[in-house]
């Protein structure tokens, strides 16, 4: 049974920084990952992606401002989030990819296990 553990959200003011982690299990090391954004009212949208090989790919609301990274040894992914917006807000979510070779990192309908979710708040 393949199980995402999110943590780290929180609360913060603009500009800051917070570092949110996935803890996997079911062997991740092969696999493509994600973090996915959920605003209040809005559809998940993916902000970021990881190969395993660690290749990354961003969304350009995030782009220069987020890293996502992985480390196979401990199982885990995290995202570290900089110079935060209010349009941040919302639910933060770990994902895994059916597979890394079709689809789209985009599409939420290309990950086959989620997280809980994390919440993220940013105030102004």
């Known amino acids: 049974q393949v199980q995402l553990v999110e943590s780290g959200g929180g609360s913060v003011q603009t500009g800051g920084s917070l570092r949110l982690s996935c803890a996997t299990s079911g062997s991740p090391a092969s696999t493509c990952m994600a973090w996915f954004h959920q605003a209040p009212g809005k559809e998940r949208e993916a902000v970021a992606h990881?190969?395993?090989?660690?290749?990354?790919t961003y969304a350009d609301s995030v782009k220069g401002r987020f890293t996502i990274s992985r480390d196979n040894a401990k199982s885990t992914v995290s995202l570290q989030m900089n110079g935060l917006k209010p349009e941040d807000t919302g639910m933060y979510y770990c994902a895994r990819r059916y597979t890394c070779y079709s689809g789209s990192w985009r599409s939420s309908s290309d990950y086959k296990f989620w997280g809980q979710g994390t919440q993220v708040t940013v105030s102004s």
């Open positions: 990881i190969s395993p090989a660690g290749y990354t």
